[in-house]
């Protein structure tokens, strides 16, 4: 029964209410469209896109580069998950070099990211990824290196047709 709302705004105003409440870029609201306060998870920048896993997990995608929880600040890179109290899960580092524009998760558990990104570096790690735009994840974070499209410029929005046809929005032309 909880909605959880993203974009560039810093405080909320609840409906009947004269109070504002802080939250930057990403909020939780009841289903009676009051704040969250439990669910206090804050961008350093732009949230564009949020994803729920099948477990319950939020995924957030933007222009952020850490989180601050609870007064604690978590470096994130534009893609990091949330457990359903907010906190981050460490162990999911995808680390993409640039912003994340739209999220799609797969009936698989896999992770469609988009944006305008060109390289991940999950974990951590030394070597690279390159992919342009547009990457499929496995449920770790790691990139699968299977799924290699290349579009030519940024994915901004992805759906999947029941057919399992993926479609893409954005500025690429190839």
Do not use: C, M, W, Y
């Amino acid at each position: 029964g909880k909605i959880l709302i993203s974009g560039t705004f810093s405080t909320l105003t609840p409906a009947g209410t004269t109070t504002a409440v802080t939250a930057a870029s990403v909020a939780r609201l009841n289903s009676d469209g009051t704040v969250d306060t439990t669910f206090n998870v804050n961008a350093n920048d732009i949230v564009n896109a949020i994803g729920i896993e099948s477990d319950g997990h939020i995924l957030l995608g933007g222009n952020f580069t850490a989180l601050t929880i609870n007064s604690t600040s978590h470096t994130t890179g534009s893609l990091a998950r949330l457990n359903t109290d907010g906190t981050v899960v460490t162990t999911f580092v995808p680390a993409p070099n640039a912003s994340v524009s739209t999220i799609k998760i797969l009936s698989d558990g896999k992770i469609l990211v988009g944006g305008s990104f060109s390289a991940f570096s999950p974990n951590g790690a030394v070597t690279p990824v390159t992919r342009h735009g547009l990457a499929l994840l496995n449920t770790d974070g790691t990139v699968d290196t299977s799924f290699d499209p290349e579009p030519n410029d940024v994915v901004r929005s992805i759906s999947v047709q029941a057919d399992g046809k993926i479609i893409l929005g954005g500025r690429f032309t190839a």
